[in-house]
């Protein structure tokens, strides 16, 4: 197997509590598990330990470390909780991280965003908008998540902006899975309009209001579509 599959595969069972904390893991049993070469073992075993889900211990091998010691920003940890059994926990956790985030990233946009982001986003308001009302889902999630990237930005809060890829795992995760409506809420599309122009004429607490109904509306969303028995975890 190719390094990607089996970072993929190892990393989802530990991601997902299959591989507990403490379990032990050997170079010679994952070469033989995926047929891999001792090289391709060697390299995942080194991308999982800068992950911080295990460290090497001499005569020992490769331990699975405890959940409160992995690097939950890491987007691709996020991806396989999204992917596995963790991801209603995951889902609430991440929901939880934006609601304390972009709110406020959301008023420092609009005291510290340029004459040009501020008309980028409202150009992105206008293209949600336009996708919503074709039930573009791929193409509103792809304007999506570059507002939300857009925004984090134009905080200028730079501890933001590194946040961008964990918000748009979390944007692609929701769809990939049917966590969001066939057509996005037409509520959900003017708050992101709102908080456009909002920033646009540097209203903070404007903004901030929105980007918090925002963020509250997913959360109501996703525990809706839950709540009806939305779509098994694979």
Known sequence: MRHEEVLDALGA???NGVLAPGTVLRSEELQERFGASRTVAREVVRVLETMQLTSSK???????????????????LIRWQLDG????????????????????A?????LRAT??????????????ARTARARDL????????AFHDLLLTASRNPMFGQLSEVVAEVLTGRTGHGLMPPEPQPEAVALHVEVAAAVAAGEPDRAERAMRDIVV???DEIAALVAEGGPEVE
């Open 138 to 145: 791929s193409a509103f999630l792809g304007f999506d998540i």
């Open 85 to 104: 059994l963790a991801r209603p926990a995951a889902l609430a956790t991440l929901n939880e991280l934006r609601s304390a985030i972009e709110p406020c």
């Open 58 to 76: 001499r005569r020992v091998g490769v331990i699975v470390r405890e959940q409160a010691e992995w690097n939950h920003y890491d987007p691709r």
């Open 217 to 219: 509306q997913a959360r």
């Open 13 to 15: 069972e530990i991601a």
């Open 115 to 128: 004459p040009e982001e501020r008309g980028r986003l409202g150009a992105l308001g206008e293209r949600l």
């Open 106 to 110: 959301a008023r420092y946009a609009a």
